[in-house]
């Protein structure tokens, strides 16, 4: 049986691993679907390729406090759908030739599904008939995650393709690729893919029916965050909250009926197409790891050390497959992790998850690092929270923005911010200086007094919300009435409570 130096499952992150300084191992490369993993073919790239487009066509719509009417943009879905997948699918295969060409000589690709046969045995279901077997000294685990489809009655189990009983879903994976654009969509589920896909759906002019079981939209971010835009994506579409799906069936007429039970009781909604976004599923339950011995907790995920090893000695794992951060920015710092612990196992490196960022880029965008307020009440942890509204800066002004806001949690002892939350006009990178500050341990005072502030840009919103927090001597002073009960110091200076 033929034996590699490395195993690679998964073409997503992982694929970054083989470099130069591996050019003398033999390398197996195992892929059962497209390279490039989930983000470059059914995730970030693509769904921000269509965000944009959507973005634009939102400020249209509603430039009416701008003193600006317009006609509304007419959408080629077609030619936006082509456009983007001509791209995406180009460096797919590009990325794919590169591992098989000529270039990578010292890689095998095995086209087709892993999976583990015994202590670092593994046997691949080769796409093109029969299979593949051999053993490894070392094997990265990469296989990412794949969208998660609830058994809802009535619902099949391939998205894109009719069930028995005609219903046809989508999912993340396939909504992309409809040949039209509908005039009605139901999108199930509250995260932040549902939220996405609501936004360039609503932009374009679809009908949009969220369905979620949750009180409010985003319920994982910050309670201010998840009520706030929760109150935002009800003046733009058909919010359906605390509701859960019974049943769906194919309309006589076309589309799909989906059954709900909410707040009021029972009810059907028809729509054309029907997008199942309920988060995604770690694909380490398909590779028989028990037969190698790695360990799964019970959410699914691959157990990793600080330094992504597995409990099992030269198995690794990264990205989807094993993190409690199903991010691409996550997955690449891991993959670099791996790269380095694999080239140096006598000084290994840790990854470094003490503050991981995260965005939503749906209208109003969100953004956010560290913790929550929910989350340190849970914690016994004292803090003191400021807010401030893009509204009550120039930059705000411009845009006549009445909804976004910055929240800043910080540490009453060492001034340094536990947790900040953003939403409003590109809060992904204005959060970034927020970011840098965290994780290379300022201030809230250095942040805000250490360095210019360009006037009048977005960012002065962050100005001013580390300003409106107290200085680190001050807290020790904040009278005990000034407390709830899990430690929030009500500031005078902050801004008024966000409306909902």
Known sequence: MRNFDLVIIGTGSANSIPGPEFDHWNIAVVESGLFGGTCLNVGCIPTKMFVYPADIAEAVTTAGPLNLTGPTPTVDWPGLRDRIFGRIDSIEAGGREYRTGDRNP??????????????????????????????????????????????????????????????????????????????????????????????????????????????????????????????????????????????????????????????????????????????????????????????????????????????????????????????????????????HNLAHPEKLVATDHRFVPAAVFTHPQIASVGCTQGELVENGQDFVVAQHRYGHIAAGWAREDETGFVKLIADPQSGKLLGAHIMGPEAATVIQPLIQAMSFGQTAAELARGQYWIHPALTEVLENALLALPAPLEYGELDAAEHDGGGVAQLSNQAEPIEV
């Open 106 to 339: 010292n890689v095998t690709v095995f086209a087709g599904h892993g999976r583990f046969t015994g202590d670092k045995q593994l046997t691949v279901d080769l796409h093109d008939g029969g299979t593949a077997e051999f053993t490894a000294d070392r094997v990265v685990i990469g296989a990412g995650s794949r969208a998660t489809v609830p058994p809802f009655p009535g619902l099949g189990d391939r998205p894109g393709e009719p069930g028995e009983n005609g219903v046809v879903f989508h999912t993340s994976d396939t909504i992309m690729r409809i040949d039209d654009l509908p005039a009605s969509i139901v999108i199930v589920g509250g995260g932040y893919i549902a939220a996405e896909f609501a936004h360039v759906f609503a932009s374009f002019g679809t009908r949009v029916t969220q369905i979620a079981r949750g009180p409010h939209l985003l319920g994982h971010h910050d309670a201010d965050i998840s009520v706030a835009y929760t109150a935002v994506a009800r003046h733009r579409y058909d919010v359906r909250t605390r509701t859960t799906v019974t049943a769906v069936e194919a309309a006589p007429g076309g589309g799909q009926l989906v059954h709900l039970d909410g707040p009021d009781g029972t009810d059907t909604v028809q729509a054309d197409q029907l997008l199942i976004a309920t988060g995604r599923t770690p694909n380490g339950d398909r590779l028989d790891l028990d037969r190698t011995g790695v360990a799964m907790d019970k959410a699914g995920r691959i157990v990793v050390d600080e330094y992504q090893r597995t409990g099992v000695t030269d198995i690794w794992a990264l990205g989807d497959v094993s993190s409690h951060y199903p991010l691409k920015h996550v997955a690449n710092a891991e993959a670099r992790t791996v790269r």
